[in-house]
């Protein structure tokens, strides 16, 4: 397979938008979205965002995501943060694979993933196009399509230098 080639700015954008991420911290939630009750404050924990390849090796960027204690159902519930149920990496990384892996099959859309300095491999990708995560929407950029959601992060990250 031929290396994939993106343009460095994209590359720049991309791994920007998730380096400015690390270590934030995700904690609101008013009610228990499960029987509406009041909830009182649990744990912290820390979940990891997506994997940078930076200089040939990897770097995993985390958040930080308050839980809450129900105190009517007694369960324990996470603040609302960037991530879809049930997946184990950041909801613009999941929005970037499946935009990706609609026009390439998921051999090529993880090397273009690897190409934009992310490490996930093609079973995931395979996995992540079957499930439904509704519409993303998505904009063109260096001739190429991506999710909102990775524009905003990169504008967040170049906001704050």
Same mark, same amino acid.
């Given at each position: 397979m031929r290396p994939v080639k993106?343009?460095?700015?994209?590359q720049t954008m991309v791994?920007?938008?998730? #380096?400015?991420i690390?270590? &934030?911290e995700f904690s609101t939630l008013d009610v228990c979205p499960l029987c509406g009750g009041d909830i009182a404050g649990y744990d912290r924990k820390?979940?990891?965002?997506?994997t940078l390849i930076e200089g040939g090796s990897?770097?995993?960027i #985390?958040?930080?995501?308050? &839980?809450?204690?129900?105190?009517?159902?007694g369960a324990v519930v996470p603040a609302r943060a960037p991530f879809y149920p049930g997946t184990r990496i950041g909801s613009p990384v999941?929005?970037?694979?499946v935009v990706l892996s609609r026009s390439l099959t998921p051999g090529r859309t993880a090397a273009n993933l690897r190409a934009l300095g992310i490490a996930i491999d093609r079973g995931t990708v395979r996995n992540l196009k079957e499930r439904d995560f509704g519409e993303i929407p998505t904009t063109e950029?260096?001739?190429?399509?991506?999710?909102q959601s990775v524009v905003s992060l990169s504008l967040v990250a170049f906001r704050n230098l």
């Amino acid at each position: 397979m031929r290396p994939v080639k993106v343009p460095p700015m994209l590359q720049t954008m991309v791994q920007a938008g998730f #380096s400015a991420i690390e270590g &934030r911290e995700f904690s609101t939630l008013d009610v228990c979205p499960l029987c509406g009750g009041d909830i009182a404050g649990y744990d912290r924990k820390r979940r990891k965002f997506v994997t940078l390849i930076e200089g040939g090796s990897e770097r995993d960027i #985390s958040v930080h995501v308050r &839980r809450f204690h129900c105190i009517r159902c007694g369960a324990v519930v996470p603040a609302r943060a960037p991530f879809y149920p049930g997946t184990r990496i950041g909801s613009p990384v999941v929005d970037l694979c499946v935009v990706l892996s609609r026009s390439l099959t998921p051999g090529r859309t993880a090397a273009n993933l690897r190409a934009l300095g992310i490490a996930i491999d093609r079973g995931t990708v395979r996995n992540l196009k079957e499930r439904d995560f509704g519409e993303i929407p998505t904009t063109e950029m260096f001739g190429t399509v991506l999710p909102q959601s990775v524009v905003s992060l990169s504008l967040v990250a170049f906001r704050n230098l």
